[in-house]
């Protein structure tokens, strides 16, 4: 749900959007189980005059699983009818079913950091793509702990802080908190070679998007090219997933793999993994960033594109 | 909508069905996007106590588009609330929308009959995910104009009948027809090397799914993997679709390629796009079987299992 | 039975060979890198009066690394010409080389004996293709703790041997290996629910390929699929590798994945990581069969097909 | 400015080289088929010291087929060896086989050019992997028809000629050929929408690699993707191929798909096929610049990294 203390922001962030329809709006719902909450959803999106563009709902276990649910619908004049809209799904499914609801307007991109260290194939992608307009972010900075990128950045017109971490992390965090809190909805980790501590992770109060150079669960951890060129797997992967306080151990959004053969050395692996890596990444960026992903325990339910 | 003179075999059929759960059925629906369609099913199936355990829509186009969906839910005493459920899709969903929908108790699987001419591995395949308990279908019958794989086939327990065609294609099609009517859902052609009439389809008056050796668009017809040698493709594909009048014309219904490299020879491509073929041909039918595919035109729309 | 004098019994397993030309033989190398081995391999096989179809060499690294090569020749009246052929490759290779080489008649194929339990769908899947003639070996015998697929089994024409396993597992390895020796050249453990002793791997002496159920190293040991939906992992996978002494970390000869989604239950991973195992395991045994993998180290160098 | 001619130029070029060992060359043969070839390879690089790194060959029948090989070697000292090593491949090979045969140095990077019209994902692509080492090649120059992207390529340091094309399309060819001819090994159609003439063909005199936007022979020429999303195909594709004067009609060097559905509008399947483009045509451009790809016939042989 979109605060009250945003919404004096909301008019100007509206038309950086990347929307093609006016009117957009999706609801992602998240609930115990109970028969009747996609007819309370139907009857408050038709209350507001909502037509239902879109609409996917998957339940983890018909006996006491979880209800998730996402809706795409158009309603005219969407601005105006806001708070009606808000106060119509409060009504019949935030109070009867307990749930948990989101309301998203489709033309407000979400505001993103990226965090990089010196690997540049993550950043890049999500630059690019950006740039053309196939996520449905707006980059507000990218932040890193060496300065090498920061020329390549600020081609994009996208502010570049290079922010150290020396023997003292904690001093780190605290910069990065104090440019980051109020101003950014996702935080991206594009090959950041940093853990950060759980007190950073309660602060930002985001969530923070991961992307991992293997097929977790295998090869946890650092050096998973080189592990892989030991094991002699016939495929190598990458793994997207929501930062937890457990290193590598959070919800995974997205995972692919590439086949590789005995003739690469472990360069060349991690050189055809980047590939795959930075894919991964775009995907789970733009499906966050449309809403599409909803957490369940240490899982997530993806609603396809 | 499964009609009145269906339920006297249906308790029988019951029996043999393929279910988890007990009382799921399934909701399709097909019309011109209006608002208020999801939340007339969900009214539908709230009153007849239906618990949704899944739910898929989508609609073509925004503007004047074709809005479809997929709705699976339990009901407590299916069977003896069946005629309410009718009564109340009908109300909400049928005659205000116009719109085009079916019941299905999921519990009552698909009669198939399987067609097929001397290539055992898209039949094969079917027969024994169908043994597995994979695919929600009753493998009624296998027809074949040659008789090679009669002893395969009865191996399994299904009747195999061999109907050769002569000169004479409407003979060998009356016949076929004689055996089809009344006691099919659907027909698959796994590898059946005849082109069936436009008569044939109007009288079967069942889904047929075909599947083809290429992916489609390219290589319609004959000896699609020598086509492919021929013209030295990096992969080979398989399509399957429904039948229509034209030659492999019809909604492509699912679609795969496999990697091949130059050192394949002719027959070593078939083999290696037979393995796609059987996979291919057990999704598009599995599917259909589980109500997953609606026609759109000439496109399918298919929600994900 | 077949006779455990093998010189006898290839006249007889020639004729039950699958190859495709006649005179066809496969020469594989290993050894220390160093320069003039190809050139000793070509002048042994021209000296032979071989014509040379596919060779395909690799070296794991420049310096100081291991020379692999696969050699596929065709030699008018190859019988005749084989000690010839071996005294070349001797004289030529193996002592200024102290290369380990095997020298294979493609007419021959290997004698295998698959060893199950209770999951047949990677059996049926080796069996299958074996009958269609798509698989270069010779399955001698199925080997079970259960007798639940013999019928199955038998109905190929292939002896199905009952061996249970009891609290004494060494009596039944040991009526295993009564059965083996002198009479295969590759088991194949096709979902085989029994960890083979150290002792077991040493007496039957010929390589063990086994099909573990997820993508290595993630998910070693029991109940891959459990373990792969509590991660809510993207993708399942399976592996074919060597059996060694150490559980599921032999050298891999090939993976491979297939996507899920959230809404697939542990049951349902099961089957659809089941295609994949049948696939990657038909794989694995084919190039095997084919002489196309060869071990370096804890790794597998596969000459592609 | 690169000079006509190549071989004064070429220590200047060794150093702009990409490689990782020194001294390594690359032979590649092509003739018809006969006993003794490798043998004569063996020899030819025995006598000038060579150790040979990796070595692929394929013959595309066994019965007056057309033998291929690509031949990996390190040669100490090779610039001062490489009058020599030319002289045994001849005597060896050359002439007694008729053999068709190159040698390249691996530390002297192809010479490229880029043609692009407006569409920048594939350049971008090609060019930041050249950036990143990844590709064996230097790009001399992009040549345009529109001028949009002349920064994006400057910022890389490259030159990019704007060349519009008018009615006389004769006139732009006869201007790109002046800047072309004597300066580059290599021409890649990046996404350039200019039917290149015979003539052009004919007198540049190079290679010239072309990417389209569908699985071909499907969906040949333009608005691929519209098409795509009529037929309401599964999967989105692109092939790499060599330029000949049939359009899309040329040797396949590279194919991939990405899977599609339903819910893709044509400028979502554009975007998606988009990934797939700049991937397929790196790899093949990648492959050339290393050698990897022979023509044979309207085909290509690709010995895989």
């Known amino acids: 749900m979109i605060s009250a203390d945003d919404s004096a922001t909301d008019a100007q962030r509206r038309t950086r959007g990347v929307n093609g329809l006016s009117g957009v709006a999706r609801l992602t719902v998240q609930c115990a189980d109970r028969p009747g909450i996609v007819a ?21 276990d018909p006996k006491g699983g979880t209800f998730t649910q996402r809706t795409v619908f158009q309603v005219p004049a969407l601005q105006a009818a806001w708070p009606d809209l808000e106060a119509a799904v409060a ?48 980059v507000v900075m990218v932040v890193s702990n060496h300065p090498d990128l920061a020329e390549e950045v600020r081609a994009f017109g996208i502010p ?23 101003n950014v909805d996702l935080i991206v980790l594009a090959r950041y070679m940093q853990i950060l501590s759980e007190d950073f ?8 998007i991961n992307i991992h150079h293997s097929f977790l669960p295998a090869f946890i951890g650092a050096a998973a090219y080189q592990k892989a060129k030991e094991r002699g797997v016939k495929l190598v992967g990458a793994t997207a997933h929501y930062v937890t306080k457990e290193l590598d151990q959070g919800p995974i959004i997205e995972q692919d793999v590439v ?40 899982t997530t339910v993806v609603f396809p594109a």
């Open 259 to 298: 086949r590789v053969g005995h003739a690469l050395s472990t360069a060349q692996l991690t050189k055809r993994g980047a590939d795959v890596e930075r894919q991964v990444l775009s995907r789970a960026v733009a499906w966050h960033c449309e809403d599409r992903v909803i957490r369940v325990g240490n």
């Open 40 to 60: 309370a959803v139907g009857r408050a999106l038709a209350e507001s005059g909502a037509n239902i563009l879109a609409l996917d709902q998957f339940t983890t």
């Open 91 to 138: 009504t019949h499914l935030g109070k009867p079913f307990e749930a948990h609801w989101q309301l998203h307007d489709a033309a407000i991109a979400k505001r993103v950091a990226i965090f990089v260290s010196k690997t540049d194939h993550c950043l890049l992608d999500l630059l690019w793509r950006h740039r053309r307009g196939d996520l449905a972010m707006n």
């Open 201 to 208: 992770l309660e602060e930002a109060d985001v969530p923070i």
């Open 160 to 182: 570049f802080f290079y922010l150290p971490v020396g023997s003292d992390k904690s001093a780190a965090e605290k910069a990065q908190l104090e440019l980051l809190i109020g």
